[in-house]
């Protein structure tokens, strides 16, 4: 695999061609990914919930996301590397510069955060400082207490219009990419129409440029509740490996995911 920059990503856009990503939390999946051919991998701050068993994301702390980080970033050393920005260390953005600036020397090559318009500021002050950002709209886990619970957001025309709106001015802003979780078919499919950079859905369809999944959810490792959108690659193979390259493959030839995954 070649090193994948977002230029790799921005060509993949243009060129209509769909790439995998998936969460990873230490070197030695970190590496087996990469090997498979997946291209960009994610520290998310679901690890709180995959890791350490909590029900959320909000114990998470930039030191735990940076940790891992480390690991993940030495295991794949040329795939791309997000990593998470935890709940509140961006509350403003003075801490987004600290919390980002940890999470790079820990050898992240973007950042990720969850919100729309209160953040404008943030990305476009973390760009600027050469922190390249990956803006994340839809059922944000952070606010799983303001929702009520992990609910599928965007649904109805004012607030697929909202989410329309605040991607594009989050990319006005600076973002260089955009996850797109748990909304519905069209509105992610109208979302990355609408947007240069590119788009990764979870739960958002198949026409975004990219499919993320939580590393457990591919494997089947989950304790209770399956999410909608997961696939358990598993179970249709005989190793990780083999995994891991059926959903490769299946997001690059746009049959994953299918409509059972899908919201309307
Ligand atoms: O924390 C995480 O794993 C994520 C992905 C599900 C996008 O944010
Ligand atoms: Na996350």
């Given at each position: ?153 965007g649904r109805g025309d ?38 240069s950079i590119p788009v ?22 989950t304790s209770g509740y ?39």
């Amino acid at each position: 695999m070649d090193r994948i920059t977002t230029s790799t990503l921005n060509r993949y856009k243009r060129e209509g061609r769909k790439f995998a990503a998936l969460t990873a939390y230490d070197a030695s999946f970190a590496a087996a990914f990469a090997e498979q051919g997946v291209p960009v991998l994610l520290i998310g701050d679901s690890l709180g919930m995959v890791l350490n068993g909590d029900e959320d994301t909000l114990k998470v702390t930039v030191e735990d996301v940076a940790y891992h980080t480390r690991a993940v970033s030495k295991g794949a050393p040329k795939a791309l590397v997000i990593a998470d920005m935890p709940f509140m260390s961006y509350a403003t953005p003075e801490q987004a510069f600290d919390s980002a600036a940890t999470l790079m020397r820990a050898g992240a090559q973007m950042v990720k955060l969850e919100g729309g318009d209160w953040l404008l500021d943030t990305v476009r002050g973390l760009t600027q400082r050469s922190v390249p950002v990956c803006a994340h709209l839809g059922l944000t886990p952070q606010s799983v207490h303001v929702f009520g619970g992990f609910k599928v957001q965007g649904r109805g025309d004012d607030a697929g219009k909202a989410i329309l709106d605040q991607a594009l001015r989050l990319q006005d802003a600076g973002a260089a990419m955009l996850v797109l979780e748990c909304v519905p078919t069209e509105l992610a499919r109208t979302v990355t129409e609408a947007l240069s950079i590119p788009v990764i859905g979870i739960g958002a369809g198949p026409h975004t440029d990219g499919q993320i999944l939580v590393m457990h959810d591919l494997f089947g490792i989950t304790s209770g509740y399956i999410p909608k959108f997961a696939k358990n690659y598993l179970a249709q193979t005989n190793s990780l490996q083999a995994a891991v390259a059926a959903f490769v493959e299946e997001v690059e030839h746009g049959r994953f995911p299918g409509p059972e995954h899908c919201f309307n």
